[in-house]
């Protein structure tokens, strides 16, 4: 099951790498309606920007997790291009498994 501790060593990660922003997109970059965000946000502000907190005020409202997302293969093709991202990527797999239904 997806924790808050799996999102924090995302962010963790992240902060290690420089890789999270300190300034928001603009505010209609939020309004996307396509997935990811592909549209209006790089991958890496999709993932601080909407996902974690998203994910994190689930948590906090204790509802009900999205079950059986994939984002590694996005982040994977995404991020190729970049140095230092595999603990990155790894903590992004992880994050894919724990969403897993259980059986």
Do not use: C
């Amino acid at each position: 099951m997806l924790t808050i501790n799996q999102l924090n060593q995302i962010e963790d990660e992240m902060q290690k790498r420089m890789l999270w922003q300190t300034t928001p997109p603009k505010a209609d970059a939020f309004l996307s309606q396509e997935p990811f965000a592909i549209d209006t946000m790089e991958a890496l502000e999709w993932l601080q920007w909407i996902f974690i907190p998203r994910m994190r005020a689930l948590i906090d409202a204790k509802t009900n997790l999205p079950q059986g997302f994939a984002l590694h293969p996005y982040f994977e093709e995404a991020l190729k291009e970049q140095d230092e991202v595999s603990q990155l990527l790894l903590l992004i797999k992880q994050l894919d498994d724990l969403s897993s239904p259980t059986k």
